[in-house]
C-alpha cells in the first residue's frame, strides 16, 4: 500500500475497519479524544501477514485472575553478533510480542522446541519468578514491564515482552492534525514521511510503516501509537533543527541505521520506544547538539550503542546540554549501553553537560575491542568538554565481553581530529552489578591539561560488596584494586563513598552554607 496525503481520508476509513476486526480484546468503542469511554483492561495487536514471524514461543495472556486468554502474535526481531576473529556479523532471529493492559495480567510463554530446563525473565531487578511446567511458563504482572524471557539461557532465541500501558487518549483517525496509519503494511514513495509542524503521525497497533519518519524544522509535533517501523532504509525516525518534538511507543525492528537521531533539537521526549537491530551501525537513540531532551520508559536492543551522546558531527553544531535518561533497558550485542563525547568540533570546541542516568536495567554488553568497552562509557575525543553527569540507579546484570564503567580522554585517529578537553563532576550513586568477576575498568586521562576530575562513586556495590575507601582492605591496597579499575596520573580527585558517608557529607556542607549565609 502506498499511501499519500489525498488519499489520506481513505486510509484512515480502511485502518479505522481494520483496527476494530484486528483487535482481539478490544471492547470498548474507539472514541475522539474529547470523549469519556471506559478503558478495556487488555488491549492485543494484530501483526499483518506479510510481516515475519517466528515459531520458537506460543504466548497467551489474560487479565487476572480468570480472564479469557488471548494469543498473541509473534514478530521478528533480528538480532547481530560480531565474530572477534573475522569481524563478520551472524544474524539470529528472535521474537517479540506486546499487549496493552491495565490492572493485574496472567502471562503463559511455552517454548514450541522443546527440552526446557530453566526458564528466567529479565530484568532481574523487576523480581519475576515465573511457575515452570515442562516447556510452559506463567508469571504475572500487575504494572506495565518490558520483560526477556529466557529459556535455558538462550540470549538469542529469546522472547521480548512489551507489556504496555493502555493508551489514554487515542487519536481520531479523522483528526486534522493526524497522519494516521491503520492496521496493515504501508509505503512511500522515497521511503520517508515528512511532518508538518503541528501534526501527529499515529500508527495503530497492527500498523507497518516501512518509511523513515522525519521532523525537520518543525515544532510541536510527534510520532505515537503501538504500531511498528520496520526495515527503514534511513533508520527509524529523524528530528533536527526542531523543537518540542515527542515520539512514543513505537517499535523500530531491523533499521538500516539508527532507530532514533537528533540533531540540533531542543524539547524532545522520548518514551516508551522499542527498538531492536542487526546490520552495522544500528545504534538506538543517538544524541547530536541537542538539549532538553528525555529519553524514558524504552527498550533498546542494538547492535552499536544503545544510547549515544555527541556534539558537533556532519552538519550538526553546538553544545550538547540537558539530556535525562531515565527507567529504561538496554542491551548492547555490539558497542555500549551509554556512550558519550566521542564526536565534536575542534575548531569551535564544544561542551556536553547536565547529563543524568537514573534507574537503568543493562541486561548485556559486548565488544571485544577494549577502546570501545564500557557498559557506560565517557570517552572526551574532539576537543570535547564531558562535565556535570549524574548516573543513579543504574543495575547492570552479568554481560559478556567489556567493561562496567570506561572513561577516557581520548585521541582515536579513526573518529577524532583532536583530543578531549576533559571530563569534570561525575557522580555516581548505587552502581550496582551482579555476575561473573569484572575485567578492569579504565579511568584515564590524557595528560595534566586534559585530565579527569571531581569523580565520586556512591555505593558502588559489586557483587555484594560495597567499594568505599573506608572499606576493610589491606593498607597497600587502593580501593580501585577491589573492583578492579585501574586510574592513570591524571586522574584526581577520585572518591569512593559509601550512602552514609555521602549524606554525612551532604548534611555537613549544608551546615556549612547555612552558618555562611546567616
Not at 564503567?405 to 585517529?413: A, C, K, V
Request: aromatic share 8%; net charge negative; with cysteine.
Amino acid at each position: 500500500m502506498n499511501p499519500s496525503l489525498s488519499r489520506r481520508t481513505a486510509l484512515q476509513a480502511a485502518g479505522a475497519a481494520a483496527l476494530a476486526a484486528g483487535l482481539t480484546s478490544l471492547t470498548a468503542t474507539t472514541a475522539r479524544a474529547d470523549e469519556a469511554v471506559a478503558a478495556p483492561a487488555l488491549v492485543t495487536y494484530p501483526r499483518p501477514s506479510a510481516m515475519p514471524t517466528n515459531t520458537g514461543f506460543k504466548v497467551r495472556v489474560r487479565t487476572a485472575p480468570d480472564g479469557d486468554w488471548q494469543t498473541l502474535d509473534i514478530w521478528r526481531p533480528q538480532l547481530g553478533e560480531i565474530n572477534p576473529t573475522t569481524g563478520s556479523s551472524r544474524i539470529y532471529n528472535s521474537s517479540l510480542a506486546y499487549f496493552d493492559f491495565q490492572g493485574s495480567v496472567e502471562i503463559e510463554v511455552t517454548y514450541l522446541k522443546g527440552g526446557t530446563t530453566k526458564a528466567r525473565v529479565r530484568p532481574d531487578s523487576y523480581g519475576i519468578t515465573p511457575e515452570l511446567l515442562g516447556d510452559t511458563l506463567r508469571f504475572t504482572l500487575d504494572e506495565p514491564r518490558n520483560v526477556v524471557v529466557q529459556i535455558n539461557d538462550d540470549i538469542f532465541d529469546c522472547l521480548h515482552l512489551f507489556a504496555r500501558a493502555i493508551e489514554k487518549k487515542r487519536p481520531a483517525p479523522d483528526d486534522p492534525n493526524v497522519l494516521y496509519y491503520g492496521p496493515g503494511v504501508h509505503t512511500t514513495a522515497d521511503g520517508t514521511l515528512l511532518v508538518p509542524s503541528g501534526k501527529t503521525v499515529y500508527l495503530d497497533g497492527g500498523a507497518v510503516l516501512r518509511a523513515t519518519v522525519i521532523f525537520r524544522g518543525v515544532e510541536h509535533a510527534g510520532l505515537a501509537g503501538r504500531g511498528v517501523l520496520a526495515g527503514t532504509a534511513g533508520g527509524g525516525a529523524l528530528v533536527e533543527n526542531s523543537r518540542n518534538i515527542s515520539i512514543g511507543a513505537v517499535t523500530v525492528l531491523n533499521p538500516n541505521g539508527y532507530a532514533v537521531q537528533l540533531g540540533e533539537a531542543t524539547g524532545v521526549t522520548i518514551r516508551g520506544l522499542g527498538s531492536f537491530s542487526s546490520k552495522g551501525w544500528g545504534d538506538g537513540i543517538d544524541v547530536f547538539c541537542s538539549s532538553n531532551v528525555v529519553i524514558d520508559g524504552v527498550f533498546m536492543r542494538n547492535s552499536d550503542d544503545c544510547i549515544a551522546i555527541y556534539t558537533h558531527r556532519w552538519e550538526y553544531y553546538g553544545d550538547t546540554t540537558n539530556i535525562t535518561v531515565r527507567n529504561s533497558t538496554l542491551w548492547a550485542d555490539v558497542a555500549h549501553p551509554i556512550n558519550v563525547g566521542t564526536h565534536g568540533n575542534t575548531d569551535n570546541p564544544e561542551v556536553l553537560k547536565n547529563l543524568t542516568f537514573r534507574n537503568l536495567d543493562i541486561l548485556d554488553h559486548r565488544e571485544p575491542q577494549m577502546g570501545y568497552q564500557g557498559c557506560i562509557a565517557l570517552n572526551a575525543g574532539d576537543s570535547n568538554l564531558i562535565r556535570n553527569v549524574k548516573v543513579d540507579g543504574v543495575r547492570v546484570e552479568d554481560f559478556r565481553w567489556g567493561q562496567l564503567i570506561h572513561m577516557r580522554i581520548m585521541y582515536n585517529t579513526k573518529y577524532n581530529t583532536s583530543v578531549g578537553r576533559g571530563i569534570r563532576n561525575v557522580h555516581v550513586k548505587d552502581l550496582s552489578y551482579t555476575g561473573k568477576p569484572l575485567a578492569t575498568c579504565l579511568l584515564l586521562g590524557y595528560d595534566a591539561k586534559h585530565a579527569i576530575k571531581d569523580v565520586t562513586f556512591e555505593n558502588l556495590v559489586v557483587n555484594g560488596t560495597v567499594i568505599a575507601d573506608s572499606m576493610k582492605k589491606p593498607t597497600w591496597y587502593l580501593t580501585t584494586d577491589t573492583i578492579p579499575m585501574h586510574t592513570n596520573e591524571h586522574v584526581t580527585n577520585l572518591r569512593f563513598l559509601t550512602t552514609a558517608e555521602a549524606a554525612a557529607e551532604a548534611a555537613a556542607a549544608t551546615e556549612s552554607e547555612a552558618a555562611a549565609t546567616s
